[in-house]
């Protein structure tokens, strides 16, 4: 999947111009120094934690242009774009059918530990009332 175009630092600028925060009053509510909001604002790229903070202080949803990002590529796909191969389908259904397999086998495994629990808790009953 291509990586979005999101230059997530100039939106967060953005952002800030628009409210009647400074840079250092921006800085400080984020933990860092005045060097440190200008530094924010050249990443292209920002950790999550980081950017729900900055959300908050800002009260604006920065997540919501990756959301989109998103979606514009799911359209992209959709239309044609970005297809699977007969190759790439048949391992993929194989992968499922494995995976259905291991599935049953561990709902097995449960419903025969089931049972066991339930003999033994049945057989130690019987002894305590004996």
Do not use: C, W
């Not at 990586?3 to 111009?17: A, N, T």
């Not at 925060?21 to 800085?27: D, Q, Y």
């Not at 530094?39 to 903070?53: A, N, P, R, S, Y």
């Amino acid at each position: 999947m291509a990586r979005s175009k999101i230059h997530i630092g100039k939106k967060i600028k953005e952002v800030l111009d628009k409210t009647p925060i400074s840079v250092v009053e921006f800085a400080k509510s984020i933990n860092l120094t005045r060097n440190g909001a200008y530094k924010v604002f050249e990443k292209e790229t920002i950790d999550t934690g980081q950017l729900q903070t900055i959300s908050k202080v800002l009260n604006h949803n920065f997540f919501s242009y990756y959301e989109q990002a998103i979606l514009t590529n799911n359209k992209d796909i959709k239309s044609g774009q970005d297809y699977a191969t007969k190759s790439e389908l048949a391992d993929l259904a194989n992968i499922v059918l494995n995976l259905s397999k291991l599935i049953e086998h561990i709902d097995l495994q449960i419903q025969k530990r089931k049972v066991v629990v339930k003999k033994s808790t049945h057989s130690e009953k019987k002894h305590l009332t004996n």
